[in-house]
C-alpha cells in the first residue's frame, strides 16, 4: 500500500505544486519560503550534529520547546531543525528558538521534495511529535537508516478507526520507529494495535513548555 500511496503522490505532484502557489497567494503559506515547501532548503546545513524535530503546528511546536533545549545541552556543537506545516507556527518560532535551533516548513509528501530535503539536511537523529505522520518522509527516513523517535504520541478514537481502515499504510511505518513515547495507555493501545513496538506511556511534554 505504501507503493501505491507514493504513486499517487508521484502523479498529484503538478496538482499539489499549484494548490501551494494558490494558497501563498491567498496568505496561507510564505510565498518567500515556498521552496521549502518542495524540499528547497532557504539555509545552508550547520556543520556537525544535527536534530531534527517535526511539529505539525503551534501546539506540538510549543510543547517540544524543553526538548530543544536537551538536545541543545546534549550536543554542545551541535544544531536542531525544526520543522512545521504552518505558517503561524513559523512566525511565532522565529522569536523561541535558542541559538543552534532554526525553523524550515516541512516539504510536501512527494518523493522529489522529500528527497531535496532528507539529502540537504542528513539529519544524525529525527523527532515526530504526536501523530501526524507523512508516508513518503518517514518511509525515506528509515530507509536512510535515520534514527526515529515519536514522542508524546496521541491517537483519538477518530484517527484509529481511520487508521484501522489503512492499516497496512501505517503499520510498517509505525513499526519503523526506533521508540514510541504516547500520552496514555489508551494511546499505547492504538498505536500497538496499529503496529507500533513496545509503545511506552511517558506522558506529554505540553505542561513543561513556556507560555
Not at 510564505?30 to 544535527?50: C, T, W
Request: proline share 7%; with cysteine.
Amino acid at each position: 500500500m505504501l507503493n501505491l500511496y507514493r504513486a499517487a503522490t508521484i502523479a498529484a505532484g503538478p496538482i499539489a505544486g499549484v494548490a501551494l502557489r494558490r494558497r501563498a497567494s491567498r496568505g496561507k503559506e510564505d510565498m518567500s519560503r515556498l521552496g521549502e515547501r518542495f524540499g528547497r532548503a532557504s539555509a545552508s546545513r550547520p556543520p556537525g550534529a544535527l536534530v531534527w524535530i517535526h511539529a505539525a503546528s503551534v501546539g506540538e511546536a510549543l510543547s517540544v520547546l524543553p526538548l530543544v533545549e536537551r538536545m541543545l545541552n546534549a550536543l554542545p556543537k551541535g544544531h536542531v531543525l525544526l520543522t512545521t506545516g504552518t505558517l503561524s507556527s513559523a512566525r511565532l518560532m522565529k522569536g523561541r528558538l535558542p541559538e543552534r535551533a532554526f525553523h524550515q516548513f516541512v516539504p510536501i509528501d512527494r518523493p522529489d521534495a522529500v528527497c531535496r530535503f532528507l539529502d540537504h539536511w542528513l539529519p544524525q537523529l529525527a523527532i515526530w511529535v504526536e501523530s501526524e505522520l507523512w508516508p513518503n518522509l518517514l518511509r525515506d527516513t528509515h530507509r536512510r537508516q535515520i534514527p526515529t523517535v515519536l514522542v508524546q504520541g496521541r491517537m483519538s478514537a477518530k484517527s484509529y478507526r481511520y487508521w484501522r481502515w489503512a492499516r497496512r499504510l501505517i503499520a510498517p511505518l509505525l513499526a519503523g520507529f526506533d521508540q514510541v513515547l504516547v500520552q496514555t495507555q489508551a494511546d499505547a493501545n492504538r498505536f500497538r494495535d496499529l503496529g507500533a513496538v513496545q509503545p511506552m506511556v511517558t506522558g506529554t511534554l505540553k505542561y513543561a513548555a513556556p507560555v
